[in-house]
């Protein structure tokens, strides 16, 4: 964990003072007091950047959410901040051209900050409408990894996965590159490293280049011993399956942005059962305010990891602990209650804010996900076992009219394509009741799928397999075998899921009830216990594209690993390598674009290119 390492903890600092001092630069372009308008989105990560004071001091006067409403500003320059989406950049743009006036245009009044990185065709844009400098510049803004907890670094780029995986938009591949090159002039290169997938290997690559054109670390003992970079679509099922730890099932009832779990209270926030618009029965959100970081919030800290049905014990325990305090403060002398308030009190009414804001969010997992969590559990271990694949269709059928929920209905028919391989007419089976259930408008999301590999195009016969690849057909890029075989190779699925101990576990697979261990954990785990390299490489062919180095730092001298995660990495597969630290006595830590679940990935295949 982060904590541990004074190195790392000297990362953070020093990631928080680079970005501050790109941003400073950017604002120093107009020296004037100036407005600072931002995108929602953009808001809580830019809070772990720089805070309202540190704004303040770079000269913003104001600041602003972008609404569909211009600022008034007067003659005041703007600053945008925005994500790299074409329909908010053009609501900019629009914004811009209704203030300016094309016989006196404005010098210097507007800047456009795009993160991570603009697009040309913004420059297009603009300079169609004849405001490329002259009126509007545009700036490229990407912070360095942001310090979510213990050990788990985000560059917060939530429309990667949209854009390169499923519309494969290799335009932010370069800010991977530049992200790892950046920390590793901080943490050194890591003697052992491994590469897998396409994208990976292009990371690699480009991290090369930057290595070479814009120099190398000169750290001469990396804080690292290995690095693992991994494609999400490596492994689809360590965040297509339902979680079973606290912090998976808080990231699926709750938006979890940034490491921050904010949900007001509001007229849709209410303990009772509410009906959607299918007259369905729902139960609603109870209203909580959490920081997902364990050095802010000890609760969170004991119970993040913990399988789900434990945690509502330890809160209750933590519950009893309270009331029996405030009992024997009532007991207490002057003196006593006087040390009590100055050395106490303030550390006892935080423990309760935390206790009630966790009890409120178990309260809302239970109501929200515990009517079919068993059952939905006992699905997943037989498509991970290869079993009932009948009775998991039918499953699937019934979760799709009964729970109302495309995500969560695609999520499991990704999940069995790729295990329990569907033939042609049992996706159309499926894919006609979707559309029917959640609309027509979503037919487009079946050539996603097909793009991601999660059902093999009709259209092409069997003979394609053979074509030479540099055709770039789109085939299959998953097979029940293959599957079966890899995760037979990497020991990921326990012969007998019940006998996994959830309680006190130790096995990697608890983080699902028994049911599959993540592959990063494997691989990490392979890493620390010495298997040789060659026996490694052997068994991760079969996963794809793979790159593997070894400058004499192997078996590993230094047992720090770094895993970094491409499309997102879930909350379960930190538990699982956190518990694989504790029983190597090793350290590992995490960092990927942004923290995700199934439903994100879901969501992402059922949305146009943003």
């Known amino acids: 964990m982060l904590i541990v390492f004074p ?58 959410k972008l609404e569909s409403v211009a600022v008034n500003h007067e003659d005041t320059p703007i600053f945008y901040m925005i994500p790299p989406e074409y329909k908010v950049f053009t609501q900019v743009v629009d914004q811009v051209r209704a203030q300016v ?102 990371v690699l690559k480009q991290f090369d280049d930057l290595c070479e054109t814009k120099g190398d670390t000169d750290k001469v003992d990396p804080d690292f011993g290995a690095l693992l970079i991994i494609d999400r679509s490596v492994d689809y099922s360590s965040a ?41 029965p729902v139960w609603e959100r109870r209203p909580v305010n959490l920081t997902l970081n364990s050095q802010q919030d000890p609760v969170y ?3 993040k990891n913990r399988y789900f049905t434990q945690v509502t014990s330890v809160l209750s325990n933590l519950t009893k602990q309270l009331k029996q305090e405030k ?27 935390f206790i009630s804001n966790h009890l409120l969010a178990a309260e809302s997992i239970i109501n929200v996900v515990g009517h079919r969590y068993e059952k939905q559990k006992e699905v997943e271990i037989d498509i991970m076992k290869n079993t009932n694949k009948s009775t998991n269709l039918n499953y699937l059928e019934e979760i799709t009219v009964i729970e109302n929920d495309m995500l969560l209905s695609l999520r499991l028919f990704c999940l069995l394509s790729i295990t329990q391989k569907l033939s042609d007419s049992e996706v159309k089976s499926f894919w006609r009741k979707f559309l029917h259930q ?16 999660f059902v093999s195009d009709p259209s092409q016969s069997s003979s394609t397999i053979n074509i030479p690849s540099k055709l770039n057909l789109k085939l299959p890029k998953f097979t029940t075998s293959n599957f079966y075989t890899n995760t037979k190779n990497m020991r990921q699925i326990p012969a007998d899921p019940d006998n996994v101990n959830l309680k006190h576990p130790t096995c990697a697979s608890y983080v699902f009830g028994g049911a599959y261990i993540p592959l990063i954990t494997q691989i990490a785990g392979m890493l620390l216990n010495s298997i040789p ?12 594209p793979i790159s593997l ?54 969501n992402d295949i059922l949305s146009l290119p943003r």
């Open 240 to 280: 297509l399956l339902t979680p079973g730890v606290y912090s998976g099932l808080l990231s699926e009832v709750y938006s979890v942005k940034s490491g921050l779990c904010d949900l007001k209270q509001s007229a849709e926030t209410s303990k009772d059962l509410q009906l959607d618009d299918k007259c369905i």
């Open 549 to 602: 180095r070894n400058n004499k730092g192997y078996p590993l001298l230094c047992r720090n690993v770094l895993l970094f995660i491409l499309g997102g990495i879930t909350y379960a597969e930190i538990a699982a390598c956190n518990l694989l630290e504790t029983l190597t006595g090793s350290r590992i830590c995490v960092m990927s674009d942004r923290i995700v679940n199934g439903n994100d990935l879901a």
């Open 438 to 453: 959640f609309g027509f408008n979503y037919g487009f999301a079946l050539n996603n799928l097909r793009n991601l590999g």
């Open 101 to 202: 006036d094309i016989a006196n245009p404005p010098n210097n009044r507007y800047h456009i900050i795009v993160i991570p990185r603009s697009l040309h065709i913004f420059e297009e844009e603009l300079e169609e409408y004849g405001l490329l400098e002259s009126v509007a510049k545009i700036h490229s803004f990407q912070w360095m990894p942001l310090h979510l907890d213990e050990g788990i670094l985000s560059l917060e780029m939530p429309l990667l996965y949209n854009s390169l995986f499923v519309y494969e938009n290799y335009g932010l591949i370069p800010v991977l590159s530049k992200a790892l090159w950046q920390l590793s002039l901080v943490i050194g290169k890591p003697n052992v490293i491994i590469s897998i997938g396409a994208h990976s290997n292009t």
């Open 533 to 544: 390299l060659e026996d490694i490489k052997a068994k991760l062919e079969n996963f794809g």
């Open 301 to 303: 800290s004991d119970i």
């Open 7 to 64: 190195s790392c903890i000297i990362i953070c600092h020093f990631e928080r003072e680079i970005s501050k001092a790109q941003l400073s630069k950017i604002f120093s372009a107009n020296p004037n007091r100036k407005f600072l308008v931002i995108e929602p989105s953009l808001i809580k990560p830019l809070e772990r950047v720089c805070g309202v004071q540190w704004l303040k001091g770079s000269g913003v006067d104001k600041i602003f």
């Open 327 to 353: 009992i024997s403060s009532q007991e207490m002398a002057l003196d006593e209650i006087k040390r009590y308030v100055q050395t106490q009190l303030q550390a006892a009414k935080s423990r309760k804010t």
